[in-house]
């Protein structure tokens, strides 16, 4: 049996060439090349038994001629590779019905599995695509590897009525990613009906919910149609699902179950067209143990789960939605805006304990109080109350006092006579920069930017005073 042949179109040279090797390794054969032209070429003249392409080619974007491409060779599973790792690219993976996506930088070893297991399965049927979508209407902000995550779901999601549990933080987007499944999913011409469990007095959920008939109870005056029958067609979201009362957590597992529903007071069963998908920031399975939520309804709810990550957890996005609750807060009638780079690497070290929510509305007020034109480091100094939890001030010497013991040393050591300058800044920048990388876990774009020099500036002097990425490490004098 002859081995399965891959096409690797990928126009950095190292990349195709690393994974050309480890797909040889399981006896696979590969042919590279780095654009569309030698792409096109290369499958009018070869059989493949699947291709890896990036998207930003040598002569143009890789994923625009890509559908026509797959057409002519319909029974080839294409794997899509990309460094735009923002959720458009992954639902034009989806809509070109890509057998798989993989943001940059990927783990090899997934990549390779994935190949074997699209040469062995046959991409399924393609179906009508999607309408052509652009990043400036795409609800979510954020190119983090926790978000490329979360894209890479959602555009699995787009096809199917699977039932989806969102859980995370307050503040960290699940409505968006509800109403983003809904949008570019084949249920976008039905409706999206969105209900806050925490928001209804719990006599008044089941009603809400499945609606009533006229003197089904005090107060029912006339028949009323519940949520679940206007979301018809469309897609239900249950918000706050851990707030949900127990007598109406068991009709809504019956509803589910069954697929059918009937009003309070009706004897009338209505068959459901709806796709379920609940959110909560409350740790469900300890909910359960506590008795507060029934395991059954979980697992029925949490068949696709998606877990959002906290702000913490993907500074490297806090530049971008900064930038982009700018040009909404123009949008809205405030002042319009920059930010400077000494102001995002403040923002990056905030706890934002209100996530995104809380970032979007200091944005705002910075935009509306900001006497300058561009936010810097001092404006968000200014307008920004410290943290009522934040640590206190370290006890001991003065800074010039320290400068004076650091000169007393010196001349015990009789060193008074050398260049105490450089000496003098080592001692200062070794635990400052020891500090600031433990502080942000290594991430060297985020101490840059917090201590608002080049990255490249940084690396070197890391590299000079022998500093890890965890802030540890032996400087070149020998101390700590």
Not at 313 to 325: C, V
Request: charged share 25%.
């Amino acid at each position: 049996m002859k081995p399965p042949r891959v096409l690797i179109v990928e126009d950095d040279a190292s990349i195709g060439l690393v994974v050309s090797a480890a797909l040889q390794a399981e006896n696979i054969e590969t042919s590279l090349c780095d654009s569309v032209a030698a792409r096109d070429t290369a499958l009018a003249s070869g059989h493949f038994d699947l291709m890896l392409t990036d998207v930003m080619l040598k002569d143009s974007d890789g994923l625009t001629t890509l559908k026509e491409a797959m057409e002519k060779t319909p029974d080839m599973p294409v794997i899509i590779m990309s460094a735009q790792n923002t959720l458009e690219t992954a639902v034009r993976a989806s809509e070109i019905d890509a057998f798989e996506y993989f943001p940059k930088p990927f783990d090899l070893n997934d990549l390779v599995l994935a190949v074997k297991q699209g040469i062995e399965k046959r991409r399924s049927t393609a179906q009508d695509p999607f309408e052509s979508l652009t990043e400036a209407n795409l609800p979510m902000i954020g190119r983090s590897a926790a978000m490329q995550d979360v894209y890479r779901m959602v555009a699995r999601l787009l096809r199917n009525d699977l039932s989806v549990l969102i859980s995370g933080e307050s503040g960290t987007g699940k409505e968006l990613v509800a109403d983003a499944i809904h949008n570019l999913g084949h249920r976008k011409t039905g409706p999206f009906v969105a209900v806050n469990m925490a928001a209804i007095p719990s006599e008044l959920i089941e009603a809400e919910l499945f609606g009533h008939e006229k003197g089904a109870f005090t107060g029912a005056v006339g028949q009323s149609i519940g949520r679940f029958e206007q979301a018809q067609g469309g897609t239900l979201f249950l918000d706050e699902i851990g707030d949900m009362p127990m007598h109406a957590q068991t009709r809504l597992l019956r509803a589910l179950q069954s697929g059918v529903i009937s009003r309070i007071g009706g004897k009338a069963s209505i068959r459901l067209d709806v796709r379920i998908v609940a959110a909560t920031n409350q740790n469900l399975p300890t909910l359960i143990e506590k008795g507060g939520f029934r395991e059954d309804l979980f697992y029925r709810l949490n068949v696709v789960p998606i877990e959002m990550p906290p702000l913490r957890d993907r500074t490297e996005d806090i530049g971008l939605l900064a930038q982009h609750f700018l040009m909404m807060a123009a949008k809205d009638g405030l002042p319009m805006r920059k930010i400077d780079d000494n102001a995002i690497g403040h923002l990056m070290v905030m706890p934002w304990r209100g996530n995104i929510r809380e970032l979007k509305n200091l944005v705002y007020r910075l935009a509306l109080l900001c006497r300058e034109d561009t936010i810097t480091d001092a404006t968000i100094m200014q307008f920004v109350e410290p943290a009522h939890d934040a640590e206190p001030p370290i006890q001991g010497a003065s800074f010039e006092a320290a400068v004076a013991q650091f000169l007393r040393d010196q001349r015990q050591r009789g060193s008074m006579r050398e260049k105490l300058y450089p000496r003098a800044l080592a001692q200062f920048e070794i635990p400052l920069l020891q500090h600031v990388m433990k502080q942000v876990k290594g991430n060297q774009l985020k101490a840059a930017a917090l201590l608002g020099i080049n990255r490249n500036t940084l690396r070197k002097k890391l590299t000079d005073y022998g500093i890890g990425p965890s802030g540890g490490g032996i400087g070149p004098s020998g101390g700590r």
